[in-house]
């Protein structure tokens, strides 16, 4: 199937308590192929299940901030992925206390994970740029909260259209 540029898909519109028929906010982003995962509360990994995205496509994670019906499906995640095998280096983007949040989870569980994960501490500033591939650059956006909360504003990358030898006269 050829993916569009951008493909939102919404796995979770849920405030913080469980309603019937909601689930807790997560979305997913596609660009070109890869997935990029925005907050992920509880049972975001049923969700993607669901929605036939394998895990093994998503390189980064992006959390707003650290209520928990946005992230507390985090570690349930970072842990299947482990026992999945997975071998690719995992981002996570967030706040700076989730750091030891996934620290503390995966030591008292004597886990090593099998994969490298890389931890990226966001502050809420507007304009700064959390991430830059080849695909998409994402810009944080200070938002309004009782805790410290970012957006994240997804463009395109514009990358290098390849040179036709055979078009240059
Ligand atoms: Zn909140």
């Not at 994670?61 to 482990?82: A, C, P, Q, R, V």
């Not at 999945?84 to 981002?91: A, D």
């Amino acid at each position: 199937m050829a993916h569009r540029q951008f493909d939102l898909i919404t796995l979770g519109t849920g405030a913080a308590l469980p309603a019937r028929g909601r689930f807790p906010t997560a979305q997913l982003l596609i660009v070109h192929g890869e997935h990029y995962l925005i907050d992920c509360g509880e049972g975001t990994q049923e969700r993607l299940r669901t929605a036939g995205a394998p895990f093994n496509r998503i390189g980064h994670i992006f959390i707003s901030h650290l209520h928990g019906d946005h992230y507390l499906g985090l570690m349930g995640l970072i842990s299947s992925m482990h026992l999945m095998g997975r071998t690719r280096e995992l981002h996570v983007h967030g706040p700076k206390p989730l750091k030891e949040i996934i620290e503390v989870q995966l030591r008292a569980s004597q886990t090593y994970l099998r994969y490298p994960l890389t931890f990226h501490p966001t502050e809420p500033v507007s304009g700064t740029v959390a991430w830059h591939d080849s695909r998409v650059r994402v810009s944080l956006l200070a938002l309004r909260h009782r805790i410290p909360c970012t957006g994240f504003l997804f463009e395109e990358s514009m990358a290098p259209r390849p040179l036709i030898k055979a078009k240059l006269l």
